[in-house]
């Protein structure tokens, strides 16, 4: 499978702990193209888990995209931007640049989620949230028919997400996939 974004884009990862975001974001997009809500909470607090950092750490993070998409730089925000409140945030910065937003959600098995979550080195959720957020995911997808954006792709296989290509397209290339 191949999903063409544009080129400059906002990419929204959209998806619980434990999807696959992150190791998609890092497979698919120079690593300055990626700003991480974990990264930025780690570097202020010592902690990529530490949720007193959240308010802080996605100021720094509306900072970093204004900035990147005044200049016209395709951006990942690896976030689980579960919230239809952010993603309208996000949306927001990137039109005022006119730059276009595209989502990529990982709709995979909740229990692939929690195992996964559970497999982790570094940053555990606690499985309670992880379930919450999968519950979520069920809601947000619903939300995502009707919000706007140049494409919707949602990812259902684990077993080819490591098969996916991420092109790069002009703002011809528009489209929704499933």
């Known amino acids: 499978m191949k999903l063409t974004i544009p080129d400059p884009a906002l990419v929204l ?3 619980p702990a434990g999807a696959g975001k992150s190791t998609f974001a890092q497979a698919h997009f120079r690593p300055t193209e990626i700003i991480s809500s974990d990264a930025i909470r780690a570097m202020l607090a010592d902690d990529p888990a530490d949720q007193s950092a959240s308010a802080e750490a996605f100021q720094i993070l509306s900072i970093m995209l204004n900035g990147r998409l005044r200049r ?3 951006t ?6 579960l919230r239809s409140a952010n993603r309208r945030r996000f949306a927001k910065i990137a039109g005022r640049h006119g730059v276009e ?7 995979l098995p909740a229990q692939l989620y929690l195992a996964r979550n559970a497999g982790r080195t570094e940053r555990i959720v606690e499985k309670r949230v992880v379930a919450e957020q999968a519950e979520r995911m069920r809601l947000t997808l619903a939300d995502l028919v009707v919000e706007e954006y140049a494409a919707v792709h949602v990812l259902r296989e684990p077993d080819t997400l490591g098969l996916i290509q991420v092109g790069r397209g002009d703002r011809r290339e528009r489209g929704r996939e499933s």
Do not use: K, P, S, W
């Not at 990942?76 to 931007?81: G, P």
């Not at 937003?101 to 709709?107: P, S």
């Open 13 to 15: 990862l959209v998806g």
């Open 101 to 107: 937003v595209v989502v990529i959600a990982f709709d």
């Open 76 to 81: 990942v925000v690896d976030a689980t931007n």
């Open 72 to 74: 016209r730089l395709t």
